[in-house]
């Protein structure tokens, strides 16, 4: 096998990080290079090992990035929960045409759902970062309580706007798909750790 | 020697290694199979997620150098590096009398 041959394995081996695996075919090429200018192209090779074999020893590492960019995923999707919860509809729902004590039930306790589901999923998120076991279940449920949370906020503005016309909802409605979009990341990324570490 | 054997010690291999300078991959295998007298063998791919390791873990650092047109990762025992060789070198000597004496009785 020629080192060209090799290394376009061992990139097809590699699981998906841009940098990590532009550093390692970097290192391996200069490797294998060097190696070649002494024993020959296919000596090389076979001396360094299988290329599914090589990447496996890197499942680790690429299981640690992924669970890294898992946690700042969740982490941007709490704060596009948290500003779909307060900063936004406060600069830009028009004002309600009832007194403060009076709000109509069915938004109130979508309301407080909302809060409710918001705060569970920040328990959730913290217990992910603290415990550090269980963080593929963990972090599914933390994902899911932000959905559940999106997912109320999508249906409380679309009957806001019902009641209290000029409500921009369609974009609130979009807005909570954000928080939504990230929660499902950061659920596959720990999920495809999970497999990379225990096949390492 | 058995792979299985070498992979348990290859941390404090590569780590005493390095003690010599700062050498690429294929530098510090070339460098390991002539102080071992050959004898330390194994597939030079396994080098690479360990040395990846011992650098997260702060024992040692590397850097690119330009090698004749080729980008090369050079690595260097850090200091904290060092400290943890010489513990490790001496559990590793305590450990090897005990079973030395054990096996010649």
């Given amino acids: ?17 841009p940098r990590l695996r532009r550093r390692l075919l970097v290192e391996v090429e200069d490797h294998l290079r060097s ?38 995923a969740l982490l941007a999707a709490l704060v596009a929960l948290f500003a779909l919860l307060y900063p936004v509809p406060e600069n830009t729902l028009p004002a ?13 306790w979508k309301q407080d759902a909302m809060l409710l589901l918001f705060g569970a999923a920040v328990a959730l998120g913290v217990l992910t970062a603290i415990v550090r076991r269980k963080t593929t279940w963990l972090t599914g449920a933390t994902a899911a309580a932000i959905i559940a949370c999106a997912g109320v ?30 929660a499902l990341a950061a659920t596959a990324l720990v999920a495809r750790a999970a497999r990379l570490a225990s096949a390492a | ?53 011992l650098e997260r873990q702060a024992l040692v650092s590397s850097r690119w150098v330009d090698a004749g047109g080729r980008r090369r990762r050079v690595y260097a025992l850090t200091r904290r590096g060092d400290e943890a060789r010489q513990t490790r070198v001496t559990d590793w000597r305590t450990f090897t009398r005990a079973v030395e004496a054990v096996l010649v009785r």
Wanted: hydrophobic share 50%; proline share 8%; aromatic share 8%.
């Fill in chain 1, 35 to 72: 190696s070649a200018e002494a024993v020959g192209e296919d000596e090389a090779v076979a001396r360094f090992g299988a290329p599914a074999d090589v990447a496996r020893g890197f499942h680790p590492a690429y299981a640690r990035g992924y669970r890294a960019a898992a946690a700042l």
């Fill in chain 1, 153 to 182: 906020g999508a249906a409380l503005a679309i009957e806001w706007s019902a009641a209290v016309p000029g409500t921009p909802w369609l974009w609130l409605a979009l807005g909570s798909a954000v928080p939504v979009v990230l």
């Fill in chain 2, 1 to 53: 020697m058995q792979k299985q054997e070498l992979k348990g010690h290859l941390d404090l291999i590569l780590l005493s290694a390095l003690a010599d300078g700062p050498a690429h991959g294929y530098a510090l295998i070339e460098r390991l199979r002539e102080r071992s007298d050959g004898v330390l063998t194994f597939p030079e791919g396994t080098v690479y997620p360990a040395l990846h390791k």
């Fill in chain 1, 1 to 17: 096998m020629t080192i060209d041959v090799y290394l376009a394995e061992l990139e097809r081996a590699l699981p998906w990080a």
């Fill in chain 1, 96 to 108: 309600a045409p009832w007194p403060e004590d009076a709000k109509p039930s069915t938004l109130a």
